[in-house]
């Protein structure tokens, strides 16, 4: 799944720290607007209890996780649908993304300079906001005349779908809304995919908020205005504090659990963050388990068992007869998959079904 999320933010917002602590990559980090320039990729693993679970009722000689791609892009100023900063590299940057992980500021430091002069969440997130949507807008009027002129003219019939379509979009971005804030059928999907609207991108908001916000960054002010937005924008919020997060990152896992411990705080704000923005992307994950490899496959959702059985090989899709699966819920409550198969909790499906996140899947195929 060549799929990424876009992490995204005004300089100076914790983006490459934050980015750092996801994938240890080591991204340039300086208290100055555009430290980062060129986009970092890095690939993550995806923290899942589940292979775990399993790796324990049906030993493996090795566990395999998951992965997928964040990237780091460079911070955004007002004016960037202009020209300004790095604007059009950095709008780029972001139409190349699948997902947007929007960093927005939540803590106060002397030492560490704003943009803008002054830590305000909400005037932080409408500033990009404002961006993606004026470039969206300068899209949509780019294409317009053109379009509506095929449309008229020609009578072809993509030109007055796509025209059918700008018209539907270009009120609501006027108005300061995004593209996702429309609903859309099948076939105009087809279309608004094809264009590449930055906002019709799925946003995930983070909050980076102070280390002593961690147990319950619900009780600041700052990280509440970012969670009240995010709300209107019908998104997630996630509050975790990027720096801390970094140092985490970096400790023996018996050192991490006292520090997240004495934190009061269960887990890694960054597994939640890993977590949550996989899901945003529409990615799930299946489990091959025992012999010599326990693995977690990603799989987008929606996908039948053939093109599942495709990921681990082409040839398993080629000759797909079917797919022997056990549910996660089941092999957890049973406790091994003799007692699985003893309640009947074995099923094999054909080349209809729709594979499920934690499935357990044992593929039949003939070449």
Known sequence: MSLTAGIVGLPNVGKSTLFNAITKAGAQMANYPFATIEPNVGVVEVPDVRLVRIQEIEPADKVVPTTFEFTDIAGIVKGASKGEGLGNKFLENIRQTDAIIQVVRAFEDSE?????????????????????????LDHVNNRYSKVEKAAVNSKDKEAIAEYQLLKKIKPVLEAG???????????????????FFLTDKPMLYV??????????????PLYQVVADYAAKDHAEVIGLAAKTEEEISEMAESDKADFLEMAGVQEAGLNRLIRTAY?????????????????AWTFKAGMKAPQVAGIIHSDFERGFIRAETVSYTDLDQLGSMAAVKAAGKLRSEGKEYLVADGDIINFRFNV
């Open 279 to 295: 899901h945003l992307l529409g990615l799930r994950t299946f489990f091959t388990a025992g012999g010599k490899e326990t693995r």
């Open 207 to 220: 909050a980076n908020i102070a280390e002593d916000d961690m147990a319950d960054p619900s009780q600041s």
């Open 177 to 195: 809304e995004p593209v996702r804030s429309l609903e859309f059928d099948t076939d105009e999907a087809k279309i608004v995919h094809g264009l």
């Open 112 to 136: 560490i300079t704003h943009v803008s002069g002054k830590v305000d969440p909400l005037e932080d997130i409408e500033t990009l906001n404002t961006e993606l949507i004026i470039a969206d």
